[in-house]
């Protein structure tokens, strides 16, 4: 009735005399080139599951996507196709095919390190709304170029990259530094050779400044600057107790005899006694 209506479909809506009901006729002719039109149309969109077997996101990570402008689409409702959003097949395809002309060899990956996955930086730091998108746009415009491949990971995101590319990419807002320069908590950990709730430790105690910037749902950020001033000035005790192949708890008292400073984090979480660092410096020796 609504195309009849708009014209689009030749036909003439019959109000009953009582006025309750309307029957809507249609010209059968034209009711056929309409859907022809209308199935051709489909045939250029991706329903989203499709899209998202094609892509290997989610499907709110796509609409987060599509809405960044990477994937032109449209509400099913609005144009008489199936329910539900139908993603342009020609832009879901640009991005499959950007990350895909890079004969990259596939890798065996573990956690990020060096390289990470874009699924875990998607998860981690990146998030959906600007940071994803930004790196989309970025392979396809051939600014970023992945380093590798994993089976692990569904889609684009099983392709690895440098990891300090992909920093250059977080969605941090109001930050006074450049975002590359930022840590999240488990890249800290690994620059200091501590675990996350250390980081979490110092961060409590004000040894490290969160950003303004953060957003619930992705990983808190550190400058980058203070993980660097921190590890030159400090070495973890557990470290020098692996390097020396000393219990921790024996190597510690030992420092505390010495008279040598110590820096104590108390770890939030219970049932755990302090981390401790040393302070590089001891009796005119860097320990490195």
């Known amino acids: 009735m609504d195309l009849v209506r708009q014209r689009q479909i030749e036909g003439m809506l019959l109000t009953s005399p009582s006025g309750h009901r309307t029957e809507c006729w249609v ?4 009711l056929r080139q309409w859907i022809a039109k209308r199935d051709l149309d489909l045939r250029s969109y991706m329903p989203s599951l499709e899209a998202r077997r094609t892509l290997g996101l989610k499907h709110i990570t796509i609409l987060r996507v599509a809405q960044a402008g990477l994937v032109r689409y449209v509400n099913g409702a609005d144009r008489f196709f199936p329910t539900g959003y139908h993603f342009l097949r020609e832009d879901v395809m640009k991005i499959k095919d950007a990350f895909e002309k890079h004969s990259v060899p596939e890798q065996e990956y573990s ?108 990983s808190k950020l550190i400058p980058a600057a203070q993980v660097r001033s921190f590890a030159d000035r400090y070495v973890a005790a557990s470290i020098l107790a692996k390097r020396f192949n000393l219990n921790r708890r024996k190597l510690s008292s030992y420092i505390k005899e010495s008279g040598a400073p110590l820096f104590t984090v108390p770890i939030p979480e219970e049932g755990r006694g302090p981390a401790l660092f040393v302070h590089r410096l001891l009796s005119g020796a860097e320990w490195r």
């Open 111 to 218: 956690d990020p390190g060096a390289v990470v996955a874009l699924r875990h930086a998607l998860k981690t730091y990146l998030g959906r709304d600007s940071g994803l998108p930004a790196v989309i746009r970025a392979v396809i415009d051939g600014g970023l170029v992945p380093v590798g491949f994993t089976g692990r990971f569904p889609g684009i995101t099983g392709y690895l990259f440098v990891s300090e590319d992909l920093r250059k990419y977080r969605p941090v807002s109001d930050a006074k530094v450049p975002p590359q320069e930022f840590l999240n908590y488990r890249e800290a950990a690994a620059a200091l050779g501590v675990k996350t709730p250390v980081i979490r430790g110092l961060v409590a105690q004000g040894s490290f400044d969160t950003t303004v910037g953060y957003r619930p749902g992705l």
């Open 27 to 30: 010209k059968w002719e034209s």
